[in-house]
């Protein structure tokens, strides 16, 4: 069983709508949380950093984490055309040289 | 600012033929780290280097390996390439001190017919 779980889609909005994306997890000692953007045929980019449980906003993308449930989510409410991406997971145990495991991403289309 | 440079963007290999991609970044960074993505598969870990001078294998590190000679270069090499090792390949760097966050480059789009 994979350390990270992410469903690969691909899913399919309408413009406007609100995008709720999702990573399981199983390794308790992960504390740093991160959500990655990935167009087509470019690398990873960060798109939000999130440091233990809680919320986090960045105009229209909230990241969340439940660490008791072991649950990350990224929220995209007004999603846009240009949000069309593939969403990664990642997670970092510290102590590990800051390696990352990643969820296998989440492929995303905003349909206009 | 450049970042995370990765050369060349596209190679097509033939199998048992030798190669070694170029990562460069400008960040001043520690810590450097190549990547394998396959469909389905997300991003798997190859070999990272916590400093100049040291490297260290990662998940799928079986067929590669890396030098890292100085701070902000880290190579990557197939000695004998297979057709298993056709992917695109991430090269990342990052910091302690700048919050564990890796910055990747564009990648490398690699076949080995």
């Known amino acids: 069983q994979k350390e990270v779980e992410q469903d690969p889609g691909p899913l399919s909005v309408p413009e406007g709508a609100i995008v709720s994306l999702n990573c399981t997890y199983s390794n308790s000692a992960f504390q740093y949380f991160m959500w990655y953007r990935q167009y087509s045929r470019k690398g990873p980019e960060l798109l939000m950093y999130?440091?233990?449980?809680g919320n986090k906003e960045d105009g229209r993308f909230t990241a969340q984490v439940d660490k008791s449930s072991k649950y990350i989510s990224l929220f995209i409410r007004d999603s846009q055309p240009s949000d069309s991406a593939t969403y990664l997971c990642?997670?970092?145990?510290?102590?590990?040289?800051?390696?990352?495991?990643f969820g296998t991403g989440t492929r995303l289309q905003v349909t206009l | 600012n450049a970042g995370v440079t990765q050369t060349p963007k596209f190679r097509v290999l033939k199998t048992g033929q030798s190669m070694t991609l170029l990562c460069a970044q400008d960040m001043n960074h520690e810590y450097m780290y190549w990547y394998r993505q396959d469909p389905g598969m997300g991003l798997r870990l190859i070999h990272y280097?916590?400093?100049?001078?040291?490297?260290a294998k990662g998940e799928v590190p079986d067929g590669y390996n890396v030098s890292r000679l100085k701070k902000q270069n880290f190579l990557l090499g197939l000695e004998s390439a297979a057709p298993s090792q056709t992917s695109v390949y991430f090269c990342?760097?990052?910091?302690?001190?700048?919050?564990?966050?890796?910055?990747f480059g564009a990648g490398t789009r690699l076949s080995v017919l």
């Open positions: 280097s916590v400093g100049e001078g040291t490297t």
């Open positions: 999130t440091y233990s449980s």
């Open positions: 990342a760097s990052g910091s302690p001190l700048a919050k564990n966050i890796q910055y």
């Open positions: 990642a997670m970092i145990n510290t102590g590990t040289a800051s390696k990352l495991t």
